[in-house]
T-cell receptor, first 113, second 113 residues
Framework: DSGVTQTPKHLITATGQRVTLRCSPR?????VYWYQQSLDQGLQFLIQ???????AKGNILERFSAQQFPDLHSELNLSSLELGDSALYFC????????????FGPGTRLTVL | DQQVKQNSPSLSVQEGRISILNCDYT??????FLWYKKYPAEGPTFLIS?????DKNEDGRFTVFLNKSAKHLSLHIVPSQPGDSAVYFC????????????FGKGTKLTVNP
């Protein structure tokens, strides 16, 4: 158990809909990262928050957004969903700074029908 | 453009023997490398890391070797155990830039009893 929690574990929805994925980092970790793993792909970095502020952005679609709250939990919002958004979404957290390993949650499997 | 490559999608070894997983990278700015292990329906679990100032790091049965001139790293598992059967991801980061991890697509290791 990494100490990172994600809810829900599974999500099935229809095209055009909007969903929210939730992540609670390990106690004491200030940085939260979101990654997407599609079929046959490695994990792709989406976005990072550090202590409530956006720190880095990857190839995140404009239909996706995220935020980190004062209690440090984070939410990833996916809107106008398309079939191609079906994937595993992982949240990770780390203490702070560079050179630290990131600890991953169990992921949310999103299926768009 | 895949900056981190794991060219072997799968590897099968006998219990007790050595497992060698390979990873190549193209971005010369990468200076911190990590290996993660992933079981089905779970998030990636951190295994071992190495900074570019070192060429070897050891932790129990796991050793990571880094060859900067060849932009190549490898993970050695000795002796291999059936419980090591999982997908192994190589990841890299540029400590002078973003804290994001760039992942390879993974190698599925099967250790046969």
């Amino acid at each position: 158990d990494s100490g990172v929690t994600q809810t829900p574990k599974h999500l099935i929805t229809a095209t055009g809909q909007r969903v929210t994925l939730r992540c609670s980092p390990r106690s004491g970790d200030l940085s939260v990262y979101w990654y997407q793993q599609s079929l046959d792909q490695g994990l792709q970095f989406l976005i990072q928050y550090y202590n409530g502020e956006e720190r880095a952005k990857g190839n995140i679609l404009e239909r996706f957004s995220a935020q980190q709250f004062p209690d440090l939990h984070s939410e990833l919002n996916l809107s106008s969903l398309e079939l191609g958004d079906s994937a595993l979404y992982f949240c990770a957290s780390s203490v702070v700074g560079r050179g630290n390993e990131q600890f991953f949650g169990p992921g949310t499997r999103l299926t768009v029908l | 453009d895949q900056q981190v490559k794991q060219n072997s999608p799968s590897l099968s070894v006998q219990e007790g023997r050595i497992s060698i997983l390979n990873c190549d990278y193209t971005n010369s700015m990468f200076d911190y490398f990590l290996w993660y292990k992933k079981y089905p329906a779970e998030g990636p679990t951190f295994l071992i890391s190495i900074s570019s100032i070192k060429d070897k790091n050891e932790d129990g049965r796991f050793t990571v070797f880094l060859n900067k001139s060849a932009k190549h790293l490898s993970l050695h598992i000795v002796p291999s155990q059936p419980g090591d059967s999982a997908v192994y991801f190589c990841a890299a980061s540029d400590q002078g830039g973003s804290e994001k991890l760039v992942f390879g697509k993974g190698t599925k290791l099967t250790v046969n009893p």
